[in-house]
């Protein structure tokens, strides 16, 4: 054994060994921060921190929850008066705690909680959630407290759940642990619930249980100095209890690590997300069309949904999606049936299932024959099925069980509106009779009644969702199938390209040389050669005389562009002439251009002409990429041109792509019918596009200062099919490319090093 430990050492250089060496201590040390939260969220024993006898206060209502809802650890109450409180003997630290201690719930006042949690350490307790608030949600000085905090609680190799939170909660009927001050006791349910709003969480609580939902555990992680969304997600992956997660953010702290986490548990179970924040201020101080055009809110949206992350816009939907996940199975396709005893509402049904791109299922007709030997002749057995208003219970009962055993459909909504003196109530029980035998497909009702019903449902045990309106059913059919296709979505791979990068630094690294932290357009265009975007054949040309040789070798038509230092957009000043079809165009052309640049007073930062070839087609596409201050590089792709800022049909994502994402990307705008060839015009390489944005993930990757970028248009042939870059635009942020290239100036001169 030493001998090949010797071999090995021989091999391969030292560093290779350190670097392994650290990521196994890395893993090692994140499992057990992960073991740790197993403190938290299932204590054997509890110090409540702060507890008081004093009616309506934080460490009041902390005692009571744990011991109405019969926690079933031991309850240490530690107040510096000690004493008896609710019939508990108080201690006044948590050192004169005779037991051991998992968990600390801090209620302190905030100047006393650094201490609090030093005589945790001394007791050896490893969980803290700290609901006290007062840190950096006040200011400077708050988030000077709140550092330290976390600088304690990483040095004693705790978790801590806060500070400024509600608590946290696990119904399990092992441990049962209320540990917030909402005013409601939870109700038991398969929810993972993590809520960055103490009282916002504390309100959701209320309304779920009115829902008829319940959860498995509940994480309040108010200014998450430790705990966040994260760890919860990582914590809650393997956990049976948690079948679903729902989370309200206002933030995401670390968009990378959420992805690859996101990413991989939502394939296991769903996640649903509300996420605050939907401004896009700032977003006007971009100067490309793709800064322009993207925001912090598009950065978020992107970031969840290659994530596989439902997103929802509001707590209406959110509940609404969450009740469907909890009492529904993940279909196996997209079809459904629609049963009813009105046509009316069963054409609404099937128009909202048509406009979320699901298929109305092909009833079977085996099953079409089974369900005339029962229902009256004037019933349609097509899909919607039709039972009339005349339908008894027992119609329900037979249609719902006949279709359910139907291949040929995935999802079922069953709607009731009320005739004939059925009683609501009672056809729910019925439906949920039959769902309790056919467990394997997800079934829905709609019940157009009086409230009254929905208030009985919330205080009964369900096994099916039920809504007022169909277009809620069918909402939450999508969000099923949305899932579904996830799962089944492959993984996707990010390729690496050969590419010239020297070339393309070198050509960045003159442009910063020069305090440029804008490319010239022949510059922008020279570092897409590199990375192998097809570009047009071109030539630059500083005369007249050369701009005429350079488009005799390329071959008339051409287009004349400038390029300068100081002007960006060239259209603005008439600085982009096409279809020039002689030398003599080219000629006149050329000198209207410099008269034009002088009268304006613009001729200074002229470094040339671009002479390019001209590409024939009228469909214009953009692609780009923007840096978000807390996302990163976003890239876009879109219809391009003249029409970009109007039509705004543009997709984004958040690099680097994998081939799957420029895939979904391409399909996703409205323009890509015009891209498969409509109208007879020749259909783009698809292909080729989608290299051309995994090149452009890469060309961000390597040169992570740069800030926009843009190619407009993105010319798609109607020769070939390709998409060619016509223009390009590069902006770099200038400290970090100065930075990143060894950029150095001394007693005033300044060169790069390379």
């Not at 509402?345 to 030997?373: F, N, W, Y």
């Not at 609501?424 to 997800?442: F, R, S, T």
């Not at 899932?483 to 960045?508: C, N, T």
Request: hydrophobic share 40%; with cysteine.
């Amino acid at each position: 054994m030493n001998n090949i430990l010797t071999k090995l050492y021989n091999l391969f250089p030292p560093q290779i060994f350190l670097y392994y060496n650290f990521h196994v201590v890395l893993q090692k040390k994140g499992r057990e921060l992960m073991t740790i939260l197993d403190k938290i969220m299932k204590p054997k024993s509890i110090a409540v921190v702060g507890a008081s006898t004093k009616e309506h206060t934080i460490g009041s209502d902390i005692m009571k929850r744990l011991q109405e809802y019969n926690f079933n650890g031991k309850i240490y109450p530690v107040n510096p008066k000690g004493g008896i409180i609710e019939g508990l003997q108080a201690y006044t630290s948590v050192l004169e705690i005779p037991g051991e201690v998992d968990l600390a719930i801090i209620v302190v006042n905030a100047k006393f909680v650094l201490d609090t949690i030093d005589q945790c350490h001394e007791k050896g307790i490893k969980g803290l959630c700290i609901i006290t608030a007062g840190f950096k949600e006040t200011g400077a000085e708050g988030a000077e407290a709140e550092k330290q905090l976390l600088a304690k609680v990483r040095e004693y190799g705790m978790r801590c759940v806060g500070p400024n939170c509600l608590g946290v909660v696990n119904t399990h009927p092992d441990i049962r642990m209320d540990g917030c001050f909402a005013e409601s006791l939870p109700e038991r349910g398969n929810i993972g619930f993590v809520s960055q709003s103490g009282a916002l969480g504390g309100g959701i609580l209320n309304i779920l249980k009115d829902l008829n939902l319940g959860f498995a555990q509940f994480i309040s992680i108010g200014n998450q100095a430790d705990v966040n969304a994260e760890t919860a997600l990582e914590y809650w992956e393997n956990e049976a209890d948690v079948e679903q997660i729902l989370l309200y953010m206002e933030s995401i702290q670390n968009p990378a690590n959420f992805r690859k986490l996101a990413s991989r548990i939502s394939k296991k179970k769903p996640i649903l997300a509300l996420k605050a924040g939907r401004s896009a201020a700032g977003a006007s101080a971009a100067s490309s069309h793709t800064g322009s055009l993207a925001g912090a809110d598009k950065a978020a949206n992107a970031l969840l949904g290659q994530s596989g992350v439902i997103r929802e816009y509001s707590l209406k939907d959110l509940f609404a999606t969450a009740k469907v996940f909890a009492n529904c199975p993940i279909p196996k396709g997209n079809r459904v049936a629609i049963i009813t005893n009105s046509g009316g509402p069963g054409i609404m049904a099937t128009d909202a299932v048509c406009e979320h791109g699901m298929q109305m299922a092909k009833i079977s007709d085996a099953t079409k024959e089974k369900l005339r030997s029962f229902l009256p002749s004037a019933a349609s057995v097509k899909n919607p099925i039709d039972m009339i208003a005349s339908a008894p219970i027992e119609h329900y009962q037979q249609t719902l069980e006949t279709v359910i055993a139907d291949e040929n459909v995935d999802m079922i909504i069953t709607i009731y509106l009320p005739f004939l003196g059925l009683k609501d109530i009672d056809v729910a029980k019925a439906l949920m009779e039959i769902k309790a035998k056919n467990p394997q497909k997800p079934v829905i009702g709609v019940f157009m009644t009086k409230s009254e019903f929905f208030n009985k449902i919330s205080d009964m045990d369900v096994n099916m969702p039920f809504f007022m309106y169909a277009e809620e059913a069918a909402d939450g059919l999508n969000r099923l199938n949305q899932q579904r296709l996830w799962m089944e979505r492959p993984e996707g791979k990010i390729p690496s390209f050969d590419v010239d990068y020297k070339k393309a630094q070198e050509i960045i690294a003159k442009s910063v040389n020069e305090g440029r932290d804008q490319l010239t357009t022949r510059e922008s265009i020279d570092v897409l050669d590199a990375y192998g975007i097809r570009v047009c054949k071109s030539g630059f040309a500083k005369s007249e005389d050369e701009a005429v040789t350079i488009a005799d070798s390329i071959g008339y038509p051409v287009v004349m562009k400038m390029t300068s230092k100081t002007t960006s957009h060239k259209t603005d000043v008439g600085g982009v002439r096409v279809n020039i079809q002689s030398a003599e165009q080219l000629r006149a052309e050329y000198q209207d251009l410099i008269s034009k640049l002088e009268e304006k007073g613009l001729l200074e930062g002229l470094e040339g002409v671009i002479i390019q070839e001209m590409v024939k087609g009228n469909r214009e596409m953009v692609c780009g990429i923007a840096t978000d201050p807390q996302y990163g590089p976003m890239m876009m792709f879109g219809l391009g041109g003249v029409f970009i800022e109007v039509m705004k049909d543009v997709t984004f994502r958040i690099a680097p792509l994998t081939d799957i994402d420029a895939k979904e990307m391409i399909k996703s705008v409205k323009a890509y019918k015009l891209l498969e060839g409509a109208r007879g015009t020749t259909p783009a390489q698809m292909e080729q596009i989608e290299e051309t944005l995994l090149r452009l993930s890469q060309l961000v990757h390597d040169f992570k200062f740069i800030d926009e970028l843009d190619i407009n248009p993105l010319l798609i042939s109607e020769k070939t099919g390709e998409g060619i870059a016509v223009d390009g635009r590069i902006k770099v942020r200038m400290s970090e490319a100065q930075e990143a290239l060894n950029y150095h100036c001394k007693d005033g001169v300044c060169a790069c090093s390379f």
